[in-house]
């Protein structure tokens, strides 16, 4: 996008800065021209760019990321470039690249303005934007470098020591020195962008040095900028070097740009810049640096700017603000209400020290001694424009009141409080309390208050104790709320058959510490917690004690009576599950703690009996299979407990299983299944006659040697209702012997024409006997002679029988060599039914390939499929072929590999 506006472009400025970065070294070199404008100066200086870099940085390889930096004033009319245009020219001057970045992808910022003297302020209302363009190109080493080199018209037409018009406009150039001068090289880097504003008059001093990565030497001296060797306003691409220098006015020269007294000089060494403005204007500078390595001149550095000189006006006289807090203590905060950019030297007023000095802009002094210092300040020490100013500051003595502690005691049932005082720092210091509860407030005069009575339990007082010395005072105030009475309270008692250990519970109230004492006249009798837990010795009456306690309250105590017995905890042991046939349960009693104790026994309606009173009963008999709840009930010492358990009565299993007869040839798969129904698990041992045996319920097993089996079964259970019984199945399993199949081939030709075979039966055992041939011939004979009508691999499968029907299976093969291939020589493919196909006959093949050709050689069908025939088409139907005499050509391999090829013609009428 070029620049929308029908004015000429002025003052436009870049530093151009190049480095390169490696994966071992990092070097940098650095071109920069720079030209600055400003529009502060009425009717002067337009709003335009006033400056810019660029940089660039080796990333990796050859790829160069290259960053174009530019200023203008925030005010300007002017636009950034869109895109802003690096030509990139190789050392004949041929533009081998031209790098265009895009403004959409530019960072713009606001920076400030300085006036590069302390004693005078910048005119006000200036601001300098900032934008940065980043890009990225490749650039590998070739001899003789590269020059980068951007380029704009036109300079501000008021400039003073150069000629000005629209064809005088400004070039960034910047070299990439050859891989001869370096292999890679970074550009010095300059410190800071020069200054936005000089003052008329005003000595001046800008340091103009640059560092350099590389740590090559650097020479400064001023130069002069360059013009455009190209016509127009936006230039894309920029105009192959080399460039030509402006020429000065006259009066002045590229070592004396401005007028000035003393004139403006720079130091070859440091770049240092210092002189004194005496007339107004804008004024064009060229400073270069030449970066020697090694003693060899390997790169050059040209930057041209454009100061702007104006009148400025002097800072103003320093100002020490009112003390705000005088009794702030011997560390004072000194409070400037002078301008925050110049310099200060404070001096606070203590003699016979030089210690009590500070540079800073707003500095804290700790004085020895309290009292009236007489302050001095003064602004830019050292400087012509320095100024004095003073004022008087006091330092107090600091007071800090606190309340140090407070405690309590009681007094019958009165809580008194005490309260101790601090913060004076001699025998004038007054205290003064205000203790305020439900609104009203009693003063009392006094560092400490002992033995004062507060306020009632659960109110809230309100504590102030003001500290006066010397002038001052100073108050710390606190707060808390007088905890409610403490009560001391033990839940009642609610086990008494648990045993000898009881769990307490605490019900007291506002207690936040306890202590119990469970009444047996022993230290270990007692406990802190809240609600502890504690086993007593013995049974018997225990007088129990709780103290509780509160912070800032009295404590409070009661006791309680209790009455410990032994543990009620009936149960008997679990009954195993027993068979409704005979069934007799034993139970016993357990749980009680004394000879005392009564039971109770109840067994249900069916059982006989159905209750009992003994501790051990036996013999008791359930009527019918179930599950029955039993219950103990014990009574003793007052306390009855019960407990309840299930017993189970189960009927006998009904066992059973089942063998079916399997009668097989060779091996049998025989399946036995244990089929008894019942409610927990059934075991079965299967012993199969032949010397192997299984566990599972429903075994599946594989009879392999002839003979007749007998199977038995062992069935029972280990849980429930234990029992077991046993079944056997006499010859339910019978193997019947295989015959052995088995022939001889003889008398074999193998060759097509003419082969046959004798086939003679060595098989044992059989009665029956029968051939199948995979040329599609059978016999039922166990001999036989076979003539072969086709080659290959012919299988025959002989399969012989005995007398119980079992069957055996042999089989051989015969090979017969050779093929028979025919072809013929019309066909008529006009689909009447008669002759419409033109197909070879091929016997013997192991591999087929056809193709027909038509008068020129061309190929019009081909194929791997020898039972495919041609029916007269082009390439599968793309037309049908003319009539007329066509060529064909068959190659095959027979069934041992080897090659033949068949060629011949087919004429061809529909």
């Known amino acids: 996008m070029l620049f929308r506006t029908s004015l000429p472009i002025f003052d436009i400025g870049f530093w151009l800065r190049v480095e390169e970065m490696s994966l071992f070294s ?201 013009n ?101 203590g011997l560390t004072v905060e000194f409070l400037n209400d002078s301008d925050e950019e110049l310099t200060y030297h404070w001096d606070f007023g203590v003699t016979g020290t030089v210690a009590d000095t500070s540079n800073l802009y707003e500095p804290s002094y700790t004085y020895p001694l309290p009292g009236t210092y007489e302050i001095m300040l003064v602004m830019n020490p050292g400087l012509p424009c320095a100024d004095t100013t003073y004022a008087n500051y006091v330092s107090s003595p600091g007071l800090t009141p606190a309340i140090s502690s407070y405690d309590y005691y009681c007094d019958g049932n009165t809580l008194l409080y005490n309260f101790y005082g601090e913060g004076g720092t001699n025998n004038t210091t007054t205290f003064q309390w205000e203790l305020t509860n439900n609104g009203e407030t009693i003063v009392y005069n006094q560092q400490d208050l002992l033995a004062i009575s507060v306020g009632d339990n659960g109110t809230a007082v309100d504590v102030a104790l003001t500290v006066s010395q010397d002038g001052c005072s100073e108050t710390v105030e606190d707060a808390f709320v007088i905890p409610s009475s403490v009560v001391a309270e033990i839940a009642p008692q609610n086990t008494f058959c648990d045993g000898f250990g009881y769990q307490f519970e605490n019900n007291s109230q506002n207690a936040d510490s306890y202590h119990w004492d469970f009444g047996l006249m022993d230290a270990v009798a007692s406990s802190d917690e809240e609600n502890p837990y504690y086993l007593f010795p013995d049974t018997g009456l225990y007088t129990v004690e709780l103290i509780a306690y509160a912070e800032n309250l009295c404590p409070d105590t009661t006791t309680t009576q209790m009455l410990i017995y032994g543990l009620l905890d009936p149960s008997f042991d679990p009954q195993e599950a027993q068979c409704y046939e005979g069934n007799s349960f034993q139970f016993s009693a357990q749980g009680a703690s004394t000879d005392e104790a009564q039971y109770q026994w109840y067994f249900g309606a069916l059982a006989t009996p159905s209750i009992s009173n003994s501790q051990h009963p036996s013999n008791i008999h359930f009527l019918q299979e179930g599950v029955y709840e039993v219950a103990l009930t014990i009574t003793e010492n007052d306390c009855i407990e019960t407990y309840t358990d299930s017993i189970e009565v189960i009927l006998n299993p009904v066992f059973s299983a089942v063998c079916d007869t399997a009668i097989g040839c060779g091996s049998v798969n025989a399946i036995f299944h244990g089929a008894t129904e019942y409610n927990y698990p059934v075991h079965y041992d299967w012993d199969f006659g032949d010397g192997t045996t299984a566990t599972a319920s429903s075994p599946v097993h594989e009879y392999t040697s ?182 064909y050509q068959v190659v095959i391999e027979d069934l041992v590999g080897l090659p033949h090829d068949f060629k011949g013609h087919i004429t061809l009428v529909r």
Request: glycine share 8%; charged share 15%; hydrophobic share 35%.
């Open 26 to 226: 990092k070097m940098r070199g650095f071109v920069l021209i720079l030209l600055f404008s400003f529009s502060f100066l009425p009717n002067v200086f337009a709003s335009h760019i006033i400056g810019g870099s660029i940089h660039y940085e080796i990333l990796s390889g050859d790829l160069y990321e290259v960053t174009l930096t530019l200023y203008r004033d925030c005010s300007s009319s002017t636009e950034y470039d869109d895109p802003a245009s690096i030509g990139i020219f190789n050392s004949s001057g041929t533009l081998v690249h031209n790098l265009e970045i895009n403004f959409d992808d530019a960072t713009v910022t606001s920076i400030e303005t300085e006036s590069y003297n302390a004693c005078f302020m910048a005119p006000l209302g200036l601001c300098v934007e900032e934008a940065i363009y980043v890009g990225t190109v490749n650039l590998p080493p070739i001899a003789g470098g590269y020059t980068l080199t951007y380029q704009r018209c036109c300079r501000n037409f008021s400039i003073v020591n150069v000629p000005t018009g629209t064809d005088v406009g400004i070039t960034l150039t910047t070299e990439i020195p050859g891989p001869v001068l370096a292999s890679v090289n970074a550009n010095p880097e300059f410190a800071t962008h020069p200054p936005l504003v000089i003052c008329l008059n005003a000595p001046f001093v800008f340091n103009h040095s640059a560092t350099d990565a590389d740590g090559d030497q650097l020479v400064y001296e001023f130069c002069a900028p360059l």
């Open 228 to 328: 455009t060797n190209v016509s127009g306003s936006y230039i894309n691409p920029p105009g192959a070097p080399p460039y030509n220098g402006l020429s000065y006015n006259a009066g002045y020269s590229s070592v004396y740009p401005i007028d000035a007294s003393p004139a403006f000089t720079i130091n070859p060494s440091t770049g240092l810049i210092t002189g004194t403005p005496t007339a107004l204007g804008q004024y064009v500078f060229g400073v270069c640096i030449h970066e020697y390595r090694n003693g060899v001149l390997i790169n050059s550095t040209n930057r041209d700017f454009q100061l702007n000189v104006t009148t400025c006006d002097p800072v103003d006289s320093p100002v020490i603000a009112d003390q705000e807090n005088i009794c702030s």
């Open 706 to 887: 002839p003979g007749i089996y007998d199977v038995a079964v062992h069935c029972y259970t280990e849980t429930g209702c234990i029992d077991a019984e046993d079944f056997i199945f006499y010859d339910v399993i019978e193997v019947h012997s295989l015959p052995v199949a088995g022939f001889e081939i003889s008398g074999s030709s193998d060759e097509l024409i003419g082969a046959y075979a004798e086939i003679t039966s060595v098989s044992t055992g059989a009665i029956a006997c029968y051939y199948a041939i995979s040329d599609g011939s059978t016999y039922q004979s166990f001999d036989f002679s076979h003539e072969f009508t086709e080659s290959g691999i012919i299988t025959i499968t002989q399969i012989v029988e005995n007398e119980l029907g079992c069957t055996a299976t042999a089989v051989g093969t015969v090979i017969i060599n050779g093929y028979v291939f025919y072809a013929p020589n019309s066909f008529t493919p006009n689909e009447d039914g008669i002759n419409d196909i033109w197909k070879p006959e091929v016997t013997g093949a192991s591999t087929y390939h056809l193709q027909i050709f038509d008068r020129w050689g061309e190929v019009i069908f081909e194929s791997d499929d020898q039972n495919e025939p041609w029916i007269g088409n082009v390439h599968r139907g793309e037309y049908y072929a003319q009539d007329g005499v066509y060529a």
